[in-house]
Every structure is written in C-alpha cells, then in structure tokens.
C-alpha cells in the first residue's frame, strides 16, 4: 500500500467484552511502535502452515504519509509497517457471507475458522472480509485463512508469528488481558479503517 | 565495531541499514527495539541519528516516534559530515580531552582509565612521508612515538599524566604536530557551511547534530557499508572511529566496542605451509616493480581480494597469466558492480584457458565454467559461525547438516542429492588425488585423519578453545546445543566492556602511519592518512569528472530484510513478499521527468556498457527498469534494490546433455542496476575502487533517466 493514513486512533483502550455467549476471545496484539517490516511473521506463517507461494495468511503491507521533495528542509516522510493476519472478528462479515456455514466463531475462544470439508471455494468470504484474510487456495480449490495456530494452542505454544517476531513485538493472549497490558503501557490504541465487524486484533500506534 | 546498544543514549548511524542488513540482521534489530522498549519511544533521554540517502526501516522507525531523525545526506559527500562534526566538537572543545591527552598505559591507569589510550598527543612529520616522529629522530631513547609535555619532547611511554594535545615543535627545521593538531587542521579546512551545501543538507545541521551528540550521556557513532563503499571510504570510516575516540567512548559501557573475541578451533598438520607469491588483484602487496607507474594499481592495504581488480587483471594477464581458475561461494558476474567485464573475463579463453566452479546452481558465474562441481545448500554442511561485535561475550557457533546422511564409520556425508558434495569435501577430495601434505592418515597429527569435511570440523572443534569438547559428537553438549556461547551476563566490567578474550595493548590508534609512509602505485605520491574532504575519485585520487546537468541522478542501493543478497532469489515464498523490484525516484524528480508509478524508464551512466544478454538492458547502453515514486529515498537519488534481477540459478532457461532443466521465471523478475556502477575512467575496465582499503565505489555513480 503506497501513501494515506489507514489507521484511525481510537484514544485510550477500553475493555472490550466478549461476544455473545463467548467464554473469551484469544487474539493479537501488534504493538505498531517496533515493528520493523522485517516479513519473519509472513515467513514464519508459511512454514508453520506450509501454504503455497501466493497464498499468505499474515501480509505485512507498508504504510507511507508525507512527501520529501526539498533537501533544504527536514524531511516529513513517515513509514510504518503494519501486520495483517486474519482479525478474528467479534462480528466476522466472511462469516455472514458464507453460503454453506463453513465460517464459524468458536464459542470457547472467540476463533474464526473455515472447514475446509464444507468450503465449496466460491470467495463470497474474501469478498465480504474488509481486511482480505481469506485466501483463495488454488491447488485445493478451497479457502484458507490464519487459524491463528490452534493446532499449536493445543499443544501449549504460541502461534508461529509470535513465537518468530524479531523485534518482539507480537503477542498473543486473551483480548482483555492484552487490552490491560497496553493500558499499564499508555500504549495508543488503534484501528485499522472503522469496519463495523468488530476486529479483535489489537494495534498501538506506530 | 558497534555501539553498546544497551547503555547508549546517543547513537549516530551512518550508512547503516538495521533491521535489514549488518550483522547479525535479527540481533541487532532485536537489540534497537530493546533500546527504546526500555527507554519509551518519545523518552528524551535517547536519540538515534541515521545519516543514509534512503528512509530505511530503522530511520522509518525514528522518523515515526520522536527517538530520533534521518537525516538523508546526498550519496558519497559522508566524509564531509563527519569531518563537519569534528570540526564543530575540537572548536568548542567538546571532546574529552583529558582521555585523548594520556600517551601511554601508565598515563590513563593515572588518570583511571581503563579502556586504553589513544595516539592524539604523539608527534607527527608535517613533511612527506609524514611518519610518526621516533625517539632516535627526536634525539632521544629508541622509542616508536614522541609526545610533547609542556613543550618538551619525551619518550611516550615516559610520560606519566598528561602530554601537550594540540601542540607542534621544531626540530632539525622539520615542525612536528600532534596527530590531534594534523586531524583540527584538516577539519578546518572547510567550513560547517560549505559542508553543509556539499552533504545537501538544512543549514545549522552539522552544528546541532555535534552539539547534541558531544552533549549526550553516552554518545556512539557506527558506520558500515553505505560509508566505506566509495573511493575515499577508507578514510569515512576512519572519520567516525575519530568521532568516537574523540567522546573517548572506546570500550566504555554504551560506547563503541570491538565486542568479544570468538571461540575458535586450530586444527595441527603435518606439515607447516606458507601462502606464497602476489595474488591476482595484488591485495596485500606493495608495488616494487620497475616501471614508474605499474599497468594496474596495487593494494597494499586491501585485506581480502579486490574481486573486480582480480577478473579485470586475470583478462589482461596483469602481473601474470593465468592457467586455471577454481571459484566458490563468489557469484561475482551478477554480484559485483560495473560486472561486464567479470563476464567478458570468464568468456575470454585465452586469458582463463581453464575455469571450474562450485556451485549449488547454474549461477551466472558457473554458466562460463568449463567444469561445475555441484555443491551443497547451506542445509546440508558443516561449518563454523561467529559472531559480530554487537555481541558483547564469546560466541562460537557449529553448523551442522540438517538433512543428508553420514555413513557411521567413515563419516562420509551425502547431501540430499547423491552427486552433490559439500564443497569441504570437494577440496579435500582434489587434495587427497593431488597427493598434498596434511591430508589423507595423520593429516593433522599423528592419529588424526583428514579424509573428509566431518574429520576436519570434528577435529575444529576439539582444538584450542574448545580443547578437551565433544566436536561433532552428536550426543556431546556441542552439537546438541548447537556451538560454545559465554554466559552472557559477563559483559562489563565496572564502567567498561569486559572484552571478553582479552585486552589487546596497544594505543588506539587514529593516525595511520603505514598508510602515511606508503605510496600511491598509481601516482607515486604518498597517501593521506587522514580522512579527507573529498568525494568520488579515480585511481590516481583525480577527482571525478561527471557533468551534472547531463547525468543529474545519483545511484544508491540497499537489500530487503527477507532476502540474503541474490543467494535467496531462487526461494519463491521469498520472492513472493516482493515479486519485483523497481527504480524508486523521488516525487520532486518524478514530476521533471513526467514520470509516474508503474512506468518503464530507461538510465544510462556515463560509462554503461552495451550488452545485449543482460536481462534489463535496453540498447546503446541504456537500462530498462520500472519505475515507483516514493519519498523514501532522497530528491536527486534513485534506488534499486539489490537480489534482483538474476539471469542465472534456473531464472533463464538451460540445458544439461541436451535436457531442458528446471526454471522459474518468478527467480529473474525484477531489475539490477550494477551495470549501471560507474567504471574507473582511468583503468576503464573495472569499476572504481578505493585505493586503499580496496572497496568498491556502489553508491553516487551519476546516471540521467528517461521516460520511455
């Protein structure tokens, strides 16, 4: 992505409660402030997942605002760089557009998966999803997206990009309990656009 | 030499890319996150200063929160900054005088110093050669150095506090100035302004820069490839080690340190051999022929090969013919800048009658190779790894093969493929048939053969410091951990770094004498030993003539975090993050050219040459690229980004006994700009290089762009 701010603050994080009738949300934070652009999560994802070239379940794009067009005067270009893996929403729009229920929210914490046994591949997901996490999978025929390494929490560990992240700036944990670390921080908290499907992936300002 | 990133509070950057380059990439982007983690992006206690053309990821960050600035100086005009910055610091007298005034050990033990002494109060000749005066000139005892105290010369290790800094005496009708004298005047030979104008930059900065960072708690100055990479890098980077021994920061906790040294193994022989003879590219050896001036420059301080000088001499049988070429790890037709003549080298029969390579591919440099020797991916070896000084305790590091067999009695090992070999292997094996010393039974001591890479590694790491250890035992703690790490907690000692594997005793030296007393072989005139005002120059230190109003763009290059050079080009997941590069231009010069994102733009530097094989070559010359606008790189510079454009390693098609072999068009997209890296006008067929350490001229080459 070239130029234009995407984020929009959302001032002092608040506690969020889970969705209906959720015990609890897991997700990510990405603390936007270290991120260095380095793509060790996308990479990491890939091996973990073992997906094909073209199919990335967490994109790094690269946000640049302002313009350097005067050596004489100090630059005012800025660059961030902002990890996009699947937002694992409170109100999930891939799910809504599903024809054949193959989206669904786990209740016990909060995750949004495809089933790939019912996933007929017809990308009505990928079209309603405002942060395009659902990918098409060519060779399967099917939809994949972040799972958020449930097979991994079921054995006790991270999801890969977390446990990959160079600059360590990517956590995972429950949503509440993520909000209150960035409170204790004064991290601010921000957005990505203002999307209405309730994105559970935690960001503080670059 | 790198900042103590932990204790730091000021750190000045220069021509360094973290967290997409240096070494190690991970450690060190990981150790600058920590800086500010610790200390809070807008704290006002630390400040990170990255002097670099291109917005990279690290001055993205500071440019982002307020824990720092970029400043994008124009390429090649860095030893202008830095020469600014100690002019500004000896003016206003805001360097730490009482450390640089102590002469010898004894003196800074007085004075409570720990981390050594520094060379800015011995006496030097003001007339050519201009050497270190020696107590035997000075009419004193034999003595390497003479300082002044109180305007009286002695011996330096006969002074007990304080000598005279900036100070000159006569004697024998020579003047003798301090090495500190020598480097004020040099730096007062050009005003902050003009300075200033020279770097492109808002006026005032070079003050305000100085000023804040001799004001700092702990302030570091580091340097890598973006400031020595040019003809007088050399002297860039003798520049900012100044800077540094002039805030007397030198091993200090947050200050510049050398780091550890690593664990290193010493496997015997049976023989001691020597290296003989004058390499190729004639590093390390001083000119001492007949002739006035020699066909080609010598580069008596060039510590490793000048690769360019080497194949553009191997082509014109300089200072001897070639019969046979073996090349490995050095894929130098794409890598090296200005690379045409490399390959006009490896074409030309005649110069190299006979060239085998070890390749892991059908690499641009092997496709000429008379015979390729299929190597071994970096998955499938043994090998040793250090570290870099960012990492302040001992570090020794074993690779090991992750896949592959090893036959249990002759530990022979077999990568994946079973007509691959490692290319330890490959060396050992042609010894062995060329019936060498030191290999085959008891080649490295009575019991200890050498048949195969495992003996040699196994024997590593048992010898020196890992006297007594397991090698390559794969039960044994070295292989299961991986290598030999020291507690990392040890790394100071008190208010300095603990330099892990000792002290070395001797002076910090900022005057290089050798380099002082050693000639030009181009011009026979004596080198400066001082960095200099002074941008691109030729081979004979002419300055570089361009016309700027015809080629008004200067090149820079920079490489991506996810790729390792072009080495990671044929790695599709890699490729897919960026599937191509582009010629980035700045808004301003994009707007000139009528220029927009997406569009083809052809470049031309004066000296690019017609070569219709290479992938993005247009005609007469000319270079095609596709074009992005983007503020991150400085007006007046555009950007290629390095690992681009192959034409090698399965990117174009080949043929083995007649069979089309695997290839992937994705592993060629994109664009290279080395053809584009301006060739000496004096030497004509190699690009320019530094004539003393050796270093290629990458970026400043002025080029003119197109619409096409």
New interface residues.
């Given amino acids: 992505m070239?130029r234009g701010e995407i984020l929009t603050k959302t001032g002092e994080a608040g506690l969020i409660a889970p969705g209906k009738g959720q015990k609890r949300q897991l997700t990510l934070w990405v603390d936007l402030?270290?991120c260095?652009?380095?793509?060790?999560c996308?990479?990491a994802c890939?091996a973990e997942q073992n997906t094909p070239?073209?199919v990335?379940y967490n994109r790094v794009i690269s946000v640049?605002t302002?313009?350097?067009?005067?050596?004489?005067?100090?630059?005012e270009?800025?660059?961030?760089?902002v990890p996009m893996p699947c937002m694992h929403c409170g109100e999930p729009a891939c799910m809504a557009a599903c024809p054949v229920g193959a989206i669904t929210k786990r209740e016990e914490d909060g995750i949004v998966l495809i089933n790939s046994d019912k996933c007929i591949g017809c990308r009505y997901c990928a079209w309603a999803c405002p942060y395009g996490a659902p990918q098409f999978n060519a060779e399967k025929k099917i939809m994949q997206k972040c799972t958020l390494c449930v097979h991994r929490l079921e054995k006790g560990l991270e999801p890969a990009c977390v446990s990959t992240c160079?600059?360590?700036?990517r956590f995972f944990g429950d949503l509440n309990e993520l909000t209150m670390v960035i409170r204790d921080q004064r991290a601010k908290k921000v957005t990505i656009g203002q999307t209405g499907t309730k994105p559970s992936v935690l960001y503080t300002k670059? | 030499m790198a900042p103590d990133f932990e204790n730091a509070t000021y750190i000045i950057n220069f021509g360094t890319s973290i967290?997409?380059a240096e070494y190690p990439m991970?450690t060190r982007?990981?150790y600058m996150?920590?800086w500010?983690?610790r200390k809070g992006?807008h704290s006002p206690d630390v400040k990170h200063v990255i002097v670099n053309p291109r917005?990279s990821?690290?001055a993205?960050?500071v440019?982002?929160?307020d824990q720092g600035?970029?400043l994008?100086l124009?390429p090649a005009t860095d030893g202008f900054f830095v020469l600014g910055l100690i002019r500004w610091i000896i003016e206003n007298k805001a360097y730490d005088a009482d450390f640089i005034s102590r002469p010898s050990r004894e003196a800074a033990e007085a004075g409570g110093y720990k981390n050594g002494w520094t060379d800015m109060t011995y006496l030097v000749s003001s007339v050519e050669p201009k050497v270190f005066l020696t107590g035997e000139k000075a009419g004193l005892k034999k003595s390497d150095f003479v300082v002044s105290v109180n305007g009286k010369v002695t011996e330096w290790d006969n002074v007990k506090g304080r000598a005279d800094l900036d100070t000159s005496v006569m004697i024998g009708g020579v003047e003798y100035k301090t090495a500190f004298r020598m480097l004020r005047e040099r730096a007062q030979e050009k005003t902050l302004s003009e300075a200033e104008d020279v770097c492109?930059?808002?006026?005032g900065t070079i003050a305000r820069i100085a000023k804040e960072f001799s004001s700092a708690k702990k302030p570091v100055a580091e340097f890598y490839r973006g400031i020595v990479q040019h003809t007088n890098g050399w002297g860039n980077g003798r520049a900012v080690i100044m800077l540094n021994v002039l805030m007397g920061n030198i091993n200090k906790k947050g200050g510049y340190t050398k780091g550890h040294l690593a664990y290193k193994g010493s496997p015997g022989y049976q023989k001691k051999l020597k290296p003989r003879g004058v390499s190729a590219c004639r590093h390390k050896s001083a000119y001492e022929g007949k002739k006035k001036v020699p066909t080609r420059p010598w580069y008596p301080f060039a510590s490793r090969d000048v690769a360019p000088e080497w194949w553009s001499s191997v082509r014109q049988g300089y200072p001897y013919k070639i019969k046979a070429v073996l090349n490995y790890y050095n894929g130098v037709a794409y890598t090296l800048p200005y690379n045409k003549p490399v390959v006009d080298a490896m074409k030309d029969t005649k110069a190299i009658p006979l060239y085998f390579s070890i390749d892991l591919w059908m690499g641009e440099s092997s496709m000429y190779a008379d015979y390729i020797l299929p190597d071994t991916s970096y998955l499938e070896r043994f090998g040793y790894f250090h570290s870099y000084p960012t990492v302040m305790t001992r570090v020794g590091a074993l690779r090991q093969p992750v896949v592959g067999t090893l036959d249990p009695k002759t530990h022979d090992y077999r990568g994946v493929h079973p007509d691959t070999r490692t290319a330890d292997d490959i060396l050992i094996q042609l010894a062995l048939k060329l019936g060498l010393p030191n290999f085959g039974k008891d080649g490295m001591g009575k019991g200890k053969d050498l048949f195969n890479a495992w003996d040699l590694w196994n024997e590593y790491y048992k010898t020196k410091h890992y006297e007594g250890m397991s090698g390559l035992d794969p039960n044994g703690p070295l292989a299961r951990i991986g290598g030999l790490f020291e507690n990392p907690a040890n790394k100071y000692d008190g208010e300095y770094i603990k330099l892990s594997g000792g002290r070395i005793e001797r002076p910090i030296f900022t005057y290089h004498n050798k380099v002082a007393k050693t000639k030009n072989s181009m011009t026979g005139r004596y080198f400066d030993a001082l960095p200099t005002y002074r941008t691109i120059y030729d081979t004979t230190e002419t300055p570089l003539k361009v016309d700027e109003k015809e080629y008004p763009f200067q090149i820079c290059t920079h490489k991506d975090?996810?790729h390792t050079q072009s080495r990671t080009a044929s790695n599709?997941?890699?490729m897919?993050?960026k599937p191509e590069n582009s010629i980035d231009i700045?808004?301003?010069d994009a707007k000139k050219l009528g220029v927009s994102?997406g569009d083809w733009v052809r470049a031309k530097s004066p000296t690019s040459p017609v070569w219709p094989e290479h992938p993005n070559h247009y005609k007469d010359g000319w270079y095609k690229y596709k074009a992005r606008v983007?503020?991150?790189v400085?007006?007046?510079v555009i950007l290629v980004c390095h690992s681009y454009g192959r034409w090698g390693a399965g990117a174009r098609p080949w043929y083995m006994d007649g069979k089309p072999q695997y290839i992937d068009e994705r592993i060629g997209a994109g664009f290279q700009l080395n053809p584009l890296q301006m060739a000496d006008p004096v030497l004509k067929n190699v690009v320019l290089i530094d004539p003393i350490s050796g270093a290629t001229e990458q970026t400043g080459t002025r080029i003119k762009i197109e619409r096409i």
Wanted: hydrophobic share 30%.
């Fill in positions: 070239e402030r270290y260095i652009g380095c793509h060790s996308t990479m890939k070239v073209g990335d640049e302002g313009e350097f067009t005067d050596p004489k005067k100090a630059p270009v800025k660059k961030y760089f160079i600059a360590r700036t670059p | 967290g997409e991970q982007a990981r996150q920590k500010f983690k992006t917005l990821k690290a993205a960050k440019a982002m929160g600035e970029w994008p124009r492109d930059i808002p006026n975090a996810y599709l997941w890699l897919s993050i700045n808004p301003a994102t983007t503020s991150v400085r007006p007046g």
